[in-house]
């Protein structure tokens, strides 16, 4: 379906597409929210799922066992200091192992739209480049040249300003998300009862 943007007079008739006819995505020129929608959706693809082997048996068991052992931590430390001090260099070393977990799979999204966009510039190039054969060989008009040409090039613009609006950033989302957890674990009085590791873990099921 050609772009919403695209003017009727910028589209080719059936006689010019017939000419461009085996181009690699000349039959269809998505929209910029459909190729941001379908990048999307190669995220979700690889994203955290509650039924994946390392956040059942790994990452959430952990997550509870250090909040349960910080509650009662928290509770003792407000009677002697030593207890919280050994909290806080339990949830720096939680910190590292579930910090570094969240990078490794937020990066596995990374990867899986990176991965989809590259296909997309591909399709786009291999689109001018055969164009620009076939040209040479005389099989297409230079209008046709011209018009496809200029079609290709908005797709491409479409394609970057769409990943651009996908991309998922791992260490990023990993620091400031792990940041704030830890903040709030290590902050005295009742704040340090929430269970602040196992929140993180659970709001890691909406990467994507």
Known sequence: MPDEATTEEELPNEEESSEARGLPGSEEFPSEDKIEADINVTGADVSISPLDPD??????PLAFAVDSLDIILEITGHIVVIPKIIGIAI???TLIILGSWLYWRTGKIAQSKEDYVTKLREAAQKGTKQLSKLQKLGKVSPKVFDRYMRLYAKQMGKIERAAAKAATKPLARTLIRGGLTFLGEVVPLLIGLI??????????LREE
């Open 195 to 204: 269970p602040f590791w196992i929140i993180m873990v659970l709001l890691s």
């Open 91 to 93: 949830d720096f070393v």
């Open 55 to 60: 956040f059942l048996f790994f990452a959430l």
